[in-house]
């Protein structure tokens, strides 16, 4: 038996329900569902972070209120030996530095404690992490967190379709067969 997950919006949930329901019912049903994971917070907070750009956001229902997205240059790792490979790892933890600081003032700006009831999150899991260990966001670690580190470069578009998925219902569908209903 294989699985899946399918994600559903919140407007369309009832409506996706009935017609799952209605295409696998009785003896022939080939699929089920085993698994259904709400995030019904909100408003929610999003925070989008790789070397290459950052994109952090509030948003109450499906819109945002507020939201900065931008880019970083973050050197990537080069093939230089001795004192140049050197250099360059500097210079990388360097601007991932400046990057992280950065991505944090925006975060506390936009982010403000109080404002939100969960936290989306995705990227680079080391660069989240450490946005998040600066001790003036301590008041976003304990919040519900949804977790999309698949996404690409953040960008709008990237932070828009972050905002559709941390919103929508998670509903794990399994095959069982025809006629193992």
């Not at 698994?35 to 290459?52: K, S, T």
Request: aromatic share 4%.
């Amino acid at each position: 038996m294989s699985t899946r997950v399918v994600e559903v919006t919140p407007e369309r949930l009832d409506g996706w329900l009935q017609r799952f329901a209605a295409n696998n019912a009785g003896p022939s049903a080939r699929q089920r569902i085993c698994a259904r994971e709400d995030f019904p917070h909100d408003p929610l907070g999003i925070l989008l972070l790789r070397r290459g750009g950052y994109a952090v956001g509030l948003a109450r229902g499906a819109a945002f209120t507020a939201s900065k997205v931008g880019t970083r240059h973050v050197q990537s790792r080069t093939a230089a030996g001795g004192w140049s490979q050197q250099r360059f790892a500097r210079r990388r933890g360097n601007q991932a530095d400046e990057l992280v600081r950065a991505v944090g003032e925006h975060t506390l700006r936009i982010l403000p404690a109080g404002s939100v009831d969960g936290l989306v999150v995705g990227g680079d899991r080391a660069l989240v992490r450490a946005v998040l260990d600066d001790p003036r966001l301590a008041h976003l670690d304990a919040l519900p967190r949804r977790e999309l580190y698949d996404l690409p470069d953040p960008r709008r578009a990237v932070l828009e379709e972050a905002l559709r998925r941390a919103r929508a219902v998670r509903v794990t569908i399994e095959d069982v067969g025809a006629g193992a209903g």
